[in-house]
């Protein structure tokens, strides 16, 4: 376990993994219950630009459900796999943390304010802490009822902190393991998501994405970067997945600009919905 005061930060910039083989994608087909926490598969230029256009036909708004918020995020990072150990893997998780620690005291989490609610205030977070889990490898197809026993067991071990009400755990995994949810499986149809553990463990999970479709044209660390933002913002106005700022027909405030991305600092993260604006910023 490592506090946030000496987690390395490395600006060295070498092309992590480039040589990995791409899979195939195919059109998501999870429940709706999966829909509204997870990261979709990319999109084209020509199916972004319909999806704006009927976005500006009829704006998307989001609406409180009166559940929780994660006020002034403390993020948790977990690095599964003795993967992340060596490099370039390695180089990598550097690199994810220095993400984490500039971008939870961005105007990402200024913008996020608009969604304050009695109660919630959503404020600058930090980076808790983080910690590379080498005591044994991930298997090679993990569905998601056996990465809440794995972040359950961690936490009982102490090998990571208790949770507290604005904890948010974000567990990666390495190249070459699928995440399933029922029949989904990560890189055929979502590049990540986002949950919870009886209303108090919240956590995102970020597979490899070693595929086309959770990448689309950006190199691996800047997808990594966009689709963790996704989760990110979502997990703070929605962390019950539905019970907290969410749109009946558009979902969750990442999913509404999914794959829309901007430079923030030197890291591409994606356009978060804005009800105030009527638009994605």
């Known amino acids: 376990m490592v506090s946030p005061a000496s987690v390395a930060v490395r600006n060295d910039t070498v092309d992590l993994v480039s040589n990995l083989p791409r899979v195939t994608s195919t059109p998501y087909t999870g429940t709706p219950n999966e829909c509204i926490r997870v990261v979709p598969l990319t999109k084209t230029p020509a199916e972004i630009a319909v999806a704006d256009k009927a976005l500006a036909a009829s704006p998307a708004q989001l609406t409180y459900r009166n559940g929780p918020m994660l006020s002034s995020v403390q993020v948790f990072t977990i690095f599964w796999g003795a993967a992340w150990a060596s490099d370039p893997l390695r180089q990598l998780v550097a690199k994810l943390d220095a993400f984490f620690s500039y971008v939870l005291t961005s105007s990402l989490m200024d913008q996020l304010s608009e969604y304050d609610v009695n109660g919630y205030a959503v ?33 009982a071990a102490k090998t990571i902190p208790a949770p507290g009400p604005s904890t948010l755990y974000f567990l990666y995994l390495p190249p070459g393991v699928v995440v399933t949810l029922g029949t989904s499986q990560s890189c055929q149809t979502f590049c990540g998501y986002h949950d919870q553990i009886n209303s108090q463990i919240f956590y995102g999970v970020m597979p490899y994405p070693g595929c086309a479709g959770c990448l689309g044209s950006l190199a691996d660390f800047d997808a990594l970067t966009s689709t963790s933002s996704h989760e990110l913002c979502e997990a703070i106005t929605d962390p019950i997945p539905g019970q907290g700022w969410y749109d009946d027909a558009n979902g969750e405030i990442g999913d509404i600009c999914a794959w829309r991305t901007k430079k923030l600092g030197a890291y591409q993260v994606q356009l978060e919905w804005s009800n105030k604006n009527g638009s994605c910023l």
Do not use: K, Y
């Open 123 to 155: 404020g600058h977070g930090s980076l808790a802490g983080t910690v590379t889990v080498t005591t044994a490898d991930p298997p090679g197809t993990v569905d998601d009822s056996a990465i809440q026993t794995f972040l359950q067991a961690q936490i």
